[in-house]
């Protein structure tokens, strides 16, 4: 066991995860430190001593450390992590394998006032940016946190009349209206017994203010009419509260919102190349969600028929590309919550899962988060309607019916439409949609939108070619291929090409019915086999002369 694991080392990528040394007498306490500590805050990894680190790697042995026992628990008391350690021998030669652990969540390691990385082989100090985003790990919120420079006088009563407005359509509670602006902000949380939080200067702040306290709290729309590079066709910086250019920002884009005309029958119905609902979602997704302690800004890019929304910091901790739609917590929860109060957002943590599904309604591609790295979110949403049959399934399902989907139906409807396979993760809820009558079982794991929807749009020809053939006519196609070969038989190569979107193991299956029901009959048991017609079969088409 020993063996397979140190041939397993051997065989591994020094890189980010190991560290080759030969330290064949001795290697020095602080750097094995300096190393255990860049290991721990980029993820954790093994330093493997007695081994050279080039390839073919050669056990050369190492004398470092006596009592290695003891260096381990050295680097357990310095670094205050639990490290382990394994000894191998190998023809003599012993092996010292240090097993780094990743460090907390939130929490960087540092040793002698330094908080070390790696990058290559090298071992470097960590940059600030790095050390703040290991510390927003934890979910700290800066948005809540006090700005103890900030004044009143740095709030602009515009922003803070429009905030109220909203805040009293969303809950009817017309009290709002006699509250002070002062006291409407405590209530909303935006004012805290700690003074005026980062929340409030970036959603009511004046230009002035932002500028000389959270400058880096600003929005910039360009329109580009191509993407080549060069300066944008037009250009306007907003650094100023949220609240006061909120719905500009809509306008602006809206201004160059061309619609798509498509026809369904005698009527017209026309899709505008940018929902409203989509790009606002958009952007308060990246209000709620970006770093305000990087220094980059949020970027709007509008092209003709796509639109780009970059927004600094990353992901939050633990949502990656792949389970965003599941796993969404706002970076900033006091802003969020104060969107959730006037009502710009309806569902806290759902508005990329809405983002998603005005998509899939709209039958356009789904948003592109491809380009995103750790240090800014880059969401493209694509204007164009790609599948007008789509389009109009998704308005014969009705308003109604779609109001009951939630995001991974939508999805699933997506999958179905392009002959896509639904992943596992959705399959629980096509029971659902099965009953519904949205979607027909025509095969294992295969699936295809209800007939009725093929009938709207006056595709009853494509709903035939997806739906296949059934069982019944499966076998009559097999038995009719049989019987035009007479005396030859068919071997089961020929016999896959009649059904061809049958695996050969359900052409097997089908056989075995027909040979089961008397029909056919096997000659030969290896693939060389062919099949024929049963005597039966022939007697029963072919009647004697009397």
């Not at 006291?183 to 004046?206: M, N, P, V």
């Not at 990087?294 to 600094?312: A, D, M, N, T």
């Not at 439409?417 to 096509?430: A, M, V």
Request: charged letters at 30%.
């Amino acid at each position: 066991m020993k063996n397979t694991i140190l041939k397993n080392l051997l065989e591994a990528v020094e890189g980010e995860k190991y560290e080759f040394k030969e330290a064949k007498e001795r290697f020095d306490v602080d750097e094995l430190t300096r190393y255990a500590c860049a290991f721990a805050n980029t993820g954790g990894g093994k330093i493997i001593l007695g081994v050279t680190d080039k390839r073919p790697r050669q056990i050369v042995g190492t004398n470092a450390f006596v009592q290695p026992e003891r260096i381990c628990s050295t680097l357990i008391e310095r670094l205050c992590l639990r490290i382990e350690l394994q000894i191998f021998e190998e023809g003599g030669k012993r092996v010292l394998v240090f097993s780094i652990p990743a460090r907390p969540i939130g929490v960087p390691i540092r040793f002698k006032g330094h908080y070390w990385t790696r990058l290559g082989d090298s071992l470097l100090t960590m940059h600030e940016d790095e050390l703040r985003d290991i510390f927003a790990e934890s979910g700290h919120d800066f948005s809540a946190d006090p700005c103890v420079r900030a004044k009143k006088s740095d709030l602009d009563s515009k922003a803070i009349e429009d905030f109220r407005r909203r805040w009293v359509t969303k809950s009817g509670n017309q009290r709002l209206e006699s509250l002070t602006s002062e006291q409407l902000l405590r209530d909303c949380e935006a004012i805290t017994s700690e003074g005026i939080t980062y929340a409030a200067l970036i959603l009511f702040g004046t230009h002035e203010a932002l500028g000389r306290l959270l400058g880096q709290s600003e929005i910039i729309f360009e329109y580009r009419s191509s993407e080549a590079s060069g300066p944008a066709q037009f250009r306007q910086e907003f650094r100023q509260g949220f609240f006061t250019y909120y719905d500009q920002l809509w306008e602006l884009v809206n201004s160059r919102n061309d619609l798509q005309h498509f026809q369904d029958g005698l009527f017209v119905f026309d899709v505008p190349t940018f929902e409203e609902r989509t790009v606002r979602e958009a952007i308060l997704n990246a209000v709620c969600h970006r770093n305000y302690q990087h220094s980059g800004s949020i970027f709007i890019r509008q092209y003709q028929r796509k639109l780009v929304v970059e927004s600094p910091g990353g992901l939050p901790p633990d949502v990656t590309i792949k389970n965003i739609l599941e796993c969404q917590t706002p970076r900033n929860r006091r802003i969020a919550d104060i969107f959730s109060k006037c009502g710009l957002v309806e569902r806290s943590g759902q508005g990329m899962n809405l983002i998603f599904e005005w998509s899939i309604k709209q039958a356009k591609m789904l948003p592109d988060l491809s380009k995103t790295d750790k240090n800014r979110v880059i969401l493209q949403l694509d204007g164009v309607v790609r599948d007008p049959q789509l389009l109009i399934m998704m308005e014969k399902i009705g308003k109604e019916t779609l109001e009951t989907f939630n995001t991974n139906d939508f999805l699933i409807v997506n999958y179905v439409q392009q002959e896509k396979t639904i992943p596992k993760i959705f399959r629980d809820r096509i029971p659902r949609l099965i009953d519904r009558g949205i979607l027909e079982r025509v095969g294992r794991g295969k699936f295809i939108l209800s007939q009725r929807y093929y009938d709207y749009i006056d595709q009853k020809g494509t709903y035939t070619r997806k739906r296949g053939l059934n069982r019944g006519e499966q076998k009559t196609l097999l038995l009719k291929h049989i019987q035009s070969s007479r005396e030859e038989g068919c071997p089961l190569r020929e016999l896959c090409q009649v059904l061809p979107e049958c695996t050969e193991n359900q052409i097997r299956v089908l056989l075995r019915e027909l040979r089961k029901e008397e029909k056919i009959m096997p000659v030969g048991t290896t693939r060389a086999g062919r099949w024929f017609v049963s005597h039966s079969t022939q007697e029963t088409k072919t009647p004697k002369k009397e």
